[in-house]
């Protein structure tokens, strides 16, 4: 009977640098996931993940696949107020201290046409950095905003119309409580000279365009308007705005950017 074979578990051997690493992981691992929002059922998408833990100055290396265990073995749901569980459970796995997990995925929400109520869903980038460091929770949230702007200025120098395009609106929100993906969608809508929609029939097309008409906006007023809305919201520790115009009469984009919240420090 053969004798089971006794392979080095190198990793696990002493480091003789004394270099502590803040991170060490994995890095652009694509998984399928399940999400829940507001939205009355979750939904499925495939996020892009980076999984980090801190590695003691003692350690040669850490163990990348438990990780990979940590991920097969707790399949639920994902959401804002959930995800520092997976954290949690990735640090114990990994006998670590600190713990970060990084996701991006593209999150889909069903929206109403504004006159026809025709029913489509339309698709939104998102990003969520999560961390326990020294057993401090962080969680922000990034959505990355489509909407349509038209300019103030061409308005009113023209005669007959005034030049549009697509715009995007990159909201990064700290929250305590957090926010919901569908409430940072909601706010950074609301700074648009108007929304995007799938579908549209042809009275919600001439509602949009003289909507946006009426609602001219440069993308500095973009930042600043909604600026304004994400101070009067108590809980946000920290935000990031950040405005992009693809202008339909350049061949360059016009770009605005602005930081706050109640513990922002210039």
């Not at 001219?216 to 809305?229: N, S, T």
Request: aromatic residues 8%; hydrophobic residues 40%.
């Amino acid at each position: 009977m053969r004798e089971p074979m006794v392979l080095e578990d190198v990793q696990s051997e002493k480091d003789g640098r004394n270099i502590a690493l803040s991170k060490v992981g994995l890095k652009a691992l694509k998984r399928p996931v399940i999400l829940i929002d507001d939205g009355p059922k979750p939904q499925h998408t495939v996020a892009l993940m980076n999984l980090y833990v801190d590695l003691p100055a003692h350690a040669k290396g850490t163990h990348m696949s438990r990780f990979i265990e940590v991920l097969e073995a707790n399949v639920f749901p994902l959401s804002v107020h959930n995800i520092h569980t997976l954290v949690e459970k990735m640090i114990g796995r990994l006998g670590a201290k600190n713990g970060y997990i990084e996701l991006k995925f593209t999150y889909f929400k069903m929206k109403k046409a504004p006159v026809s109520l025709a029913e489509s869903l339309l698709d939104y980038e998102v990003e969520l950095y999560a961390s326990i460091v020294n057993g401090q929770h962080k969680l922000q949230v990034v959505v990355d905003v489509p909407m349509m702007s038209l300019c103030p200025c061409s308005k009113k120098i023209s005669e007959f119309n005034a030049h549009n395009q697509r715009a995007s609106v990159k909201l990064l929100v700290e929250a305590t409580p957090v926010m919901s993906i569908d409430e940072i969608i909601a706010i950074a809508e609301r700074g648009a000279s108007s929304q995007l929609y799938s579908i549209i029939k042809r009275e919600d097309e001439k509602y949009i365009t003289e909507y946006a008409y009426q609602h001219p906006k440069f993308v500095e007023d973009m930042a600043r308007e909604l600026a304004e809305q994400l101070v009067s919201y108590k809980n946000i520790r920290y935000y990031r705005v950040s405005c992009e115009n693809f202008e339909s009469i350049h061949n360059h984009s016009a770009y605005a950017e602005i930081e706050g919240g109640s513990h922002y420090k210039p």
